[in-house]
């Protein structure tokens, strides 16, 4: 978590190693909130030229490099007008699950082409499955880490969708609030221990189910 713990050899290969896999994982995130918000009936995004593959629309260099030094970041957020909306509160759910369904979804096809080259190419180099194991990792590290019910992370949008509108409608504006409360959970390295027990346990569910296709399969 701190730059102390890393050589600089380290920081080069880390970034080397992680950076790829950052801006793709990013981007898809990104792009899947715009693609919802567009069939949903809001083209903001699509106006601010958010629905591209193009990661230089969805990466925030800053947020980036934070990302790859302190294990905690951000990407340029979607923008959304809810007025376009027709149902914007259960419409905003689904806009904000959209990104990290699709970094579970990257994982889930990360490990089912890691899976036969493990088992079936033993002449596959090391350095890519390396690269597949860091892809998976990341993406679902990624999307447990954006479900945390804290705003401004997407759980925050997704837990208000699915309350009562009674409860929905009274909710206090605790927004400006949600970056002191992670940092919070940063700096007190509780955010790790949210996410690292949910990660493994994804990954096993997701691997579990990787092997059952094969198996299927062959």
Not at 73 to 79: D, N, S
């Amino acid at each position: 978590m701190l730059l102390r713990n890393f050589s600089i050899e380290q920081m080069i290969e880390r970034m080397i190693l992680v950076l790829p896999v950052l801006i793709i994982a990013l981007t898809i995130h990104e792009l899947s909130h715009g693609l919802v918000a567009y069939k949903l009936g809001d083209s903001t995004a699509k106006q601010d030229g958010r629905l591209s593959l193009n990661p230089i629309r969805h990466i925030d260099p800053l947020g980036l490099i934070f990302m790859i030094v302190a294990q905690f970041g951000w990407a340029k957020p979607v923008r959304v007008n809810p007025h376009n909306l027709k149902n914007p509160k259960i419409d905003m759910a689904l806009i904000s699950i959209a990104g990290p369904l699709s970094n579970f979804i990257m994982a889930f096809i990360g490990m089912m082409i890691l899976f036969p080259l493990r088992h079936f190419v033993p002449n596959t180099p090391g350095y890519v499955i390396t690269i597949l194991q860091t892809f998976n990792i990341i993406n679902i590290m990624l999307g447990v880490f954006n479900l945390i019910p804290v705003p401004p992370l997407d759980g925050s949008k997704v837990v208000a969708g699915l309350l009562p509108d009674s409860i929905y409608n009274s909710l206090p504006p605790v927004g400006r609030f949600g970056m002191l409360i992670l940092m919070v959970l940063i700096i007190t390295g509780a955010i790790a221990q949210i996410i690292l027990p949910i990660t493994v346990a994804i990954a096993g569910m997701l691997n579990s189910f990787v092997v059952e296709i094969y198996r299927f399969l062959l």
